[in-house]
C-alpha cells in the first residue's frame, strides 16, 4: 500500500469511533499538557530568580549571616574600609501591604537598605533624591519607588512628595527610579527602598542578615571575596557554616543546578502520566485488533502483507499519539499563558515543546507496535473464521 | 470443455505434456492433517487436483469433507502439509510470506459466503481494495473498480455502503471485488449460501457468463443442484476426491479414492464428529 494511503486509511479508522478516539487521546493530552506546564513553572519561577539576581548588576557579591546576631550598621563602615571593596549596602527584606489611597500593588518587592545601595545596585534616579544618612538619623519614613510601583500606586512616575503606606504606615516618596527596562516584577521597577530604621518602625529588628557590596576594581571579584571573608569570619568571629559570601556568578550557578534538578523532576513526574497514556494507546489498539480480526482476514485475503498491516496499525496509533501531543502542547501552553494572566511564573521554550512532540511520537510507535504486530501475525483463516 | 477426470480409484493421473503446461492449478499428493485431541484428523488425504485454464469446476461434499481445507490451500490461506501445490507455474512450496500475499492478490479472486466486505468502506472502496494493495494509484483503481462494478451490474452504487445494499447486490459487489485485479482464478466458498433462490440464481448466472468470458472459476458447495450447474463436478468426502461427469445419467459415483491408496478401508485415524455423519448420511440419500 503507498504511504500516502495508508495515512488516509488510518485516518478514517481512527475517525470511525470518535467518541474512543478522543478519550484514549485524552491521557496523551493530559500527560504532555502536564509536562508543558510543570516544566514551564519550574523553568519561570527559576527564571525569575535569575531575573533578580541579574538585576543586581555583574560584580555584586552577597553576603548572607545567618548566625544568632547579624550583623549591625557599624560594620557597613568596617567593610567599606576593607581594601578591595567599593561600596557596601545592607538588605533587609521587608513585609506589608504596599497601597496609596484607593491603589494597591501586590508587585512590590520591599527593601530596607541605606545610601549606599542605587550605587552598589547601579540603579539611576530618574526623580528626586536617594535616601540619605540624615533620613537614617532621623528614623524618617521616606522612601525611594521604582516605575513599575509609581505607576501601580500613582498612576504616574511624577509622585515624588506624594504619601504611600506600608501595612498602613505613611512613607513619604523622596525619589523615583529610572525605568530598568526588564519585564519580571522582582526587580528594580519594583522596589520600594526604605531606610534600615524603617524596618524596625514597620515591627522588625535591627538585625543585617545580608549585604551587597561591589568589588573595588572591576576585576576584583576574588579579592572582594576573601576580603569579606576574612572580616567575617575573622573579625565578627562567625563559624564558617553561619554565614556564606557568594559572587553572582557562583549563585546564578547554583540557581542553575536547582532548576536542572527541579526540572528534571518535574518532567519525571509528568512522564509517568505519559506511559500511562501510552498504555491507554496500547490497550485500546489491542482492542481494535481483535474487533476487526475479520477485517484484517478479509485484507489478507486479497493480498494484503503482513507488513500492510503493521504498518496499517502502527500508523494509526502514531496519528493518535501525535494528534494528541499537539492537542496537549496546545491546551499545555494555554494554561501556561492563563497561570502567568494570573501572577504565577512561566516561562515556554522551544525545546519542551520539542521534547513533548518526540515524546508523543515515541509512544505512539512503542506502544503502538505491540498491537500492530500483534494483528500483523493472524493467520487469514483464523480471522475469516471470527465473527 | 471437458478435461480428464481426476483422482478415480486407482494411481494414474493421465498427465498429457499440454495438460501440465495449461494447468492453471495443478495438487499433487496433497495432504493436510490437524490434530483434535488425542487423534489426528485428516482433513485432505492425497488429493490429486488439477484445472485447467477457463474451467468452471465445482468442489461438492457435506461439512467435513474436506472442502474448505482444498479451498483454503488453493487460494493460498493455507499450506498442506505434503504434496504439491502449482499455481499459475508457481510451486506454492517455494514461496516466502510476502510472495504468496502478492500470488493471491495476482492470481485468486475470492468470493464467500457471507460477502465479507468491509462494512465501513463503499462499494467502490470495498472493489479497489486487491488494487491497493498491488501499488495502483487511487484514481486509476477507482477507474478499473467503476467498470467492474458496472460489469457485475451496480453501475451507480460505487457510494453505497454494504449496509444500504441487498445480499444480492452486495454478493455483486464481492464478485466484482474478485474480478478487479483480473486474477486467474475465481474462488467462490458458498457463494450463493447466504442468498434466497431467486438471488441465487441470478449469482449463478453471473458466474456461467464469467466463464463463458473465459474466466475459470472454482465453486466449492454442499448443494449437488448447484454444483451440477458447472462444466466438471469434484466430489470429495473424508478428505479424499472423486469425480463424476457432468450431464451423464449413469452417475459413476466412482468410488472416491486417492492414487495408490485402498479405499476399503476408512483411515482409522479419521475422525468425524457425528453431526457430518449424518449430513453425509442426507447428501447421500439426496444423490440416490
Known amino acids: 500500500m503507498r504511504r500516502v494511503q495508508t495515512v488516509r486509511t488510518a485516518l478514517s ?40 539576581m541579574k538585576a543586581l548588576g555583574g560584580d555584586v557579591l552577597s553576603a548572607f549571616v545567618f548566625d544568632k546576631e547579624g550583623l549591625a550598621y557599624e560594620d557597613m563602615e568596617a567593610l567599606r574600609a576593607l581594601p578591595g571593596i567599593g561600596s557596601v549596602a545592607p538588605s533587609k527584606g521587608v513585609g506589608g501591604d504596599l497601597t496609596a489611597g484607593e491603589r494597591k500593588t501586590q508587585r512590590g518587592v520591599i527593601e530596607a537598605s541605606d545610601e549606599h545601595y542605587l550605587s552598589v545596585r547601579n540603579l539611576k534616579l530618574a526623580a528626586g533624591r536617594d535616601l540619605s544618612a540624615v533620613d537614617r538619623e532621623n528614623r524618617s519614613n521616606v522612601c525611594v519607588i521604582g516605575t513599575n510601583t509609581a505607576n501601580d500606586l500613582f498612576g504616574t512616575t511624577d509622585c515624588v512628595g506624594k504619601t504611600l503606606k506600608i501595612a498602613g504606615i505613611p512613607f513619604t516618596v523622596v525619589g523615583v527610579l529610572e525605568s530598568t527596562g526588564q519585564t519580571m516584577g522582582l526587580n528594580a521597577d519594583a522596589l520600594v527602598l526604605v531606610p534600615l530604621t524603617a524596618a524596625t518602625n514597620l515591627g522588625g529588628d535591627a538585625k543585617i542578615e545580608s549585604v551587597y557590596a561591589r568589588p573595588a576594581a572591576d576585576d576584583g571579584v576574588p579579592l572582594a571575596k576573601a576580603v569579606l571573608t576574612g572580616y567575617l569570619s575573622g573579625a565578627k568571629g562567625i563559624p564558617s557554616n553561619q554565614f556564606s559570601v557568594m559572587s553572582q556568578d557562583e549563585m546564578l550557578g547554583a540557581s542553575d543546578q536547582i532548576d536542572q534538578t527541579m526540572t528534571l523532576l518535574l518532567g519525571g ?26 477485517e484484517i482476514g478479509i485484507k489478507k485475503a486479497l493480498g494484503a502483507r503482513r507488513s500492510d498491516i503493521l504498518r496499517q496499525f502502527l500508523t494509526e496509533a502514531l496519528l ?22 494570573l501572577g504565577m511564573a512561566f516561562a515556554a521554550s522551544w525545546s519542551v515543546v520539542a521534547v513533548a512532540a518526540a515524546a508523543s511520537t515515541a509512544i505512539g510507535l512503542a506502544f503502538g507496535i505491540f498491537p500492530a504486530y500483534r494483528a500483523s501475525r493472524l493467520t487469514p483463516i483464523e480471522a475469516l473464521r471470527q465473527e | 470443455m471437458m478435461t480428464e477426470r481426476k483422482g478415480t480409484h486407482a494411481k494414474e493421473r493421465p498427465s498429457s505434456a499440454t495438460s501440465v503446461a495449461s494447468s492453471t492449478i495443478r495438487m499433487e499428493r496433497l495432504a493436510k492433517r490437524y490434530p483434535m485431541g488425542d487423534e489426528v484428523v485428516h482433513a485432505l488425504d492425497g488429493i490429486d ?19 474448505s481445507t482444498l479451498m483454503n490451500i488453493i487460494g493460498l490461506l493455507d499450506v498442506p502439509d505434503e504434496g504439491t501445490y502449482v499455481l499459475d507455474g508457481q510451486d506454492v512450496a517455494l514461496l516466502a510470506d510476502n510472495d504468496l500475499a502478492d500470488l493471491r492478490n495476482r492470481s485468486i479472486g475470492f468470493v464467500f459466503q457471507s460477502f465479507n466486505l468491509l462494512g465501513s468502506l463503499t462499494a467502490l472502496e470495498n472493489v479497489k481494495l486487491p488494487l491497493a494493495y498491488r501499488g495502483t494509484k487511487s484514481r486509476e483503481a477507482d477507474a478499473t473498480a467503476r467498470r467492474y462494478l458496472a460489469k457485475v451490474g451496480l453501475e451507480g452504487r460505487d457510494h453505497h455502503l454494504p449496509n444500504q445494499l441487498s445480499g444480492g447486490q452486495q454478493q ?31 449469482i449463478m448466472e453471473l458466474f456461467k457468463s464469467l466463464h463463458h468470458e473465459g474466466q475459470t472459476v472454482i465453486l466449492i458447495t454442499h448443494n449437488p443442484d448447484l454444483a451440477e450447474q458447472a462444466d466438471r463436478v469434484v466430489r470429495i468426502a473424508d478428505g479424499r476426491l472423486c469425480t463424476s461427469a457432468h ?7 466412482a468410488i472416491c479414492g486417492t492414487a495408490g491408496r485402498s479405499d476399503a478401508e ?9 453431526a457430518e455423519r449424518e449430513g453425509e448420511a442426507h447428501a447421500t440419500r439426496a444423490n440416490g
Open chain 2, 266 to 274: 476408512p483411515t482409522a485415524a479419521t475422525v468425524r464428529p457425528a
Open chain 1, 320 to 341: 493518535l499519539s501525535l494528534i494528541g501531543g499537539a492537542v496537549g502542547i496546545a491546551a499545555g501552553l494555554a494554561f501556561g499563558a492563563l497561570a502567568e494572566s
Open chain 2, 172 to 202: 455483486r459487489v464481492a464478485i466484482a471485488r474478485a474480478l478487479v485485479g483480473e486474477p486467474k482464478i475465481i474462488l467462490a466458498d458458498e457463494p450463493t449460501g447466504a442468498l434466497d433462490s431467486r438471488t441465487s440464481v441470478e
Open chain 2, 49 to 67: 487436483f488439477s484445472v485447467d485454464e477457463g474451467e468452471f469446476v465445482t468442489i461438492v461434499g457435506p461439512s467435513g469433507s474436506g472442502k
Open chain 2, 247 to 253: 450431464g451423464h445419467e449413469d452417475r459413476r459415483r
Open chain 1, 13 to 52: 479508522s481512527i475517525s470511525r469511533n470518535k467518541l474512543r478516539t478522543a478519550l484514549t487521546m485524552l491521557g496523551l493530552v493530559i500527560g504532555i499538557s502536564s509536562v508543558i506546564v510543570l516544566v514551564g513553572m519550574g523553568d519561570g519561577s527559576n527564571r525569575q530568580v535569575e531575573e533578580r
Open chain 1, 269 to 294: 513526574i509528568a512522564s509517568i502520566s505519559l506511559v500511562v497514556a501510552g498504555v491507554g494507546v496500547m490497550n485500546v489498539m489491542l482492542v481494535s485488533v481483535t474487533e476487526r480480526t475479520r
